[in-house]
């Protein structure tokens, strides 16, 4: 089966259990969200999937193959690859050379390649360089490709990250909170990108705090609180369950914004 399943998937640190029996499925394309109050689990679940952390119990699949408990360079290069809360750049190196990080996921070689540099590892060296301009003309930032990637605001930086993990060429995109501390221009042109790469056809799970964004793109929404899975569903259903009101404002009363 294509696609992303977690069943009966459960982390248990100390006395607490941070995600607590969630399965579900994903198909291998389209946009997809994992929504919750803070501390729901979110991204704990997300470090379970990406092989960060490995499951108290339940299995993980994706396309058919069980990569529970794999290290997150394995999972990587399954197909899967994320981004965090936070920025992890190389902000001393250019822009572009932040990108072909990403890129050498997939990227073979070693000293003695490097030094003679055959024909094989020049032609690898300009698909590096392809890839790289590719991804940064996704995110709209090939402009600024020689540029220190400390030197970006905050906001391109945040696409910059995004350009890293296209460039490793994921069959699924995991994006945390990529929309953290954005302004409302930049998260429009977020959404828009976003959009650009799953018509790529490469799936994308995010987590997400702003509502509004999550409602305009995800076709589907997974909903977490207190490590649990308390609904799935379209925008329109979540919009409307009474335990995802419950979560979010203390009440089944109003819907959700």
């Not at 997809?32 to 499951?55: D, V």
């Not at 936070?86 to 997939?106: K, P, T």
């Not at 042109?189 to 959009?195: N, Y």
Request: aromatic content about 4%; hydrophobic content about 45%; glycine content about 10%.
């Amino acid at each position: 089966m294509s696609g992303l399943q977690l069943q009966s998937v459960s982390k248990q640190f100390g006395g607490l259990r941070a995600v607590d029996d969630v399965s579900f499925s994903l198909p291998a394309a389209g946009i997809h969200a994992l929504i919750g109050p803070n501390g729901a689990g979110k991204t704990t679940l997300f470090n379970l999937i990406s092989g960060r952390l490995t499951p108290t119990a339940g299995r993980v699949h994706f396309d058919g193959d069980d990569i529970t408990g794999l290290p997150p360079h394995r999972v990587a290069a399954r197909g899967i690859v994320r981004t965090f809360q936070l920025v992890r750049l190389f902000e001393d190196i250019s822009v572009a050379g932040n990108v072909a990080v990403g890129c050498h996921l997939h990227s073979r070689g070693g000293i003695g390649a490097a030094l003679l540099r055959p024909r094989w590892v020049r032609r690898q060296e300009r698909d590096i360089a392809e890839q790289c301009r590719d991804s940064l003309e996704l995110v709209g930032l090939a402009a600024a490709a020689e540029r220190p990637a400390g030197q970006l605001t905050y906001g391109h930086q945040r696409l910059l990250e995004i350009a890293r993990a296209v460039a490793a060429r994921p069959r699924l995109l995991l994006l945390d909170e990529p929309a953290a501390g954005l302004n409302a221009s930049e998260t429009a042109v977020l959404a828009d990108i976003i959009h650009a790469i799953a018509a790529r056809g490469i799936g994308v799970l995010l987590i997400e705090h702003d509502m509004e964004l999550v409602m305009r793109i995800a076709a589907d929404i997974i909903v977490l609180d207190f490590g649990r899975k308390i609904a799935e569903g379209s925008p329109a259903d979540i919009a409307k369950d009474p335990a995802v009101l419950a979560a979010y404002l203390g009440t089944a009363e109003t819907e959700v914004a």
